[in-house]
Every structure is written in C-alpha cells, then in structure tokens.
C-alpha cells in the first residue's frame, strides 16, 4: 500500500463534492502534469490511502480518501466541450489518466499548510518543500500518520 496528497481548488472540485458524489466516489480527472500522470497510472493501486488536499487561498489537508479504481484513460481530455480537453489525446492513443477515488474522512478541523510547516516529522515532505506544485505527490506512511494523528487531536 502507498500514500498519497491529492490537491484540488475548493472552488472547482472540493472535499464536500466528493462527499456528495454518487457512493461518494468519482474519477480524479484533468491532471494535466506529466509526472503526475506518471504517479497515478504507474504506481497508484486499489487501496492506496489519499490526504485530500485543498489548495489555494485556505490550503489545507482537509480529509481522507482511497483509490478504488487504478488509473485508466481520462475520457475528459477527448470532449473539446470540457474544459480539460486535449486535442492530441484520443481514445487510441490516451495522454491522459485518472484513478477513481472514494471519501472515508472529513477531518473536524483542516490542517493548515502553514501549521503543517511547523511540525516535527514532516520536514521532508514534498507538499512543504518550496516550488513543489504537483497535483498528485507521494507521501511516507510515517507523514500520513503525523497528519492522521494531527487531524485527531485538533
């Protein structure tokens, strides 16, 4: 099993629009990085646990998630009607992945980026680290039980 950071805008696609999906599941479509497409359709797996990670103005981990389904092609990118289409991406030749992923958690409190600095055992952290704008980005299983311990306590 691995552990991952997945980063989304509030305003586009939030914690609460994946609880209010249908079985509070949905495809994690319109990653438009190559090295996260990499991450996602090389190495994520069913079972792999997920910090679901609000970016922007407010950045903070805000729950929890899990990938249910492994990386297949992202449809979205062949419908020049959505905003994540790619013209050089077909269904025969897909550029483009998504996983599939499901809500477990709404953390009490967010976890600011800002607090998240300031914590001992995350020093390492890709999310921290200055430039680091990967939508999807691998965490240690010891991060992920700093930050699961954090949610608890606060």
């Known amino acids: 099993m691995k552990y991952w950071l997945m980063k989304s ?4 696609f939030s914690l609460e629009d994946l609880i209010n999906s249908p079985d509070q599941t949905t495809p994690w479509d319109g990653v438009r990085n190559y090295q996260a497409r990499n991450l996602m359709r090389e190495e994520m797996k069913t079972g792999d ?3 679901f990670y609000h970016s922007g103005k407010n950045a903070a981990v805000v729950g929890l998630a899990e990938v ?17 289409f790619d013209s050089k991406s077909t ?3 897909p550029r483009w ?3 599939d992923v499901k809500f477990v958690k709404q953390f009490s409190n967010p976890i600011p980026l800002n607090y998240l600095k300031t914590v001992e055992g995350l020093e390492g952290m890709a999310l921290l680290r200055k430039g680091n704008r990967l939508s999807v980005q691998p ?4 991060e992920y039980a700093v930050i699961t311990k954090l949610a608890e306590e606060m």
């Open 9 to 12: 805008e509030p305003d586009c």
């Open 49 to 51: 646990k997920v910090l």
């Open 68 to 84: 249910v389904r492994e990386a297949y092609p992202d449809f979205t990118s062949w419908d020049p009607e959505n905003s994540h």
């Open 91 to 93: 269904p025969e030749s």
């Open 97 to 99: 992945f998504m996983v």
């Open 139 to 142: 965490v240690t299983e010891e």
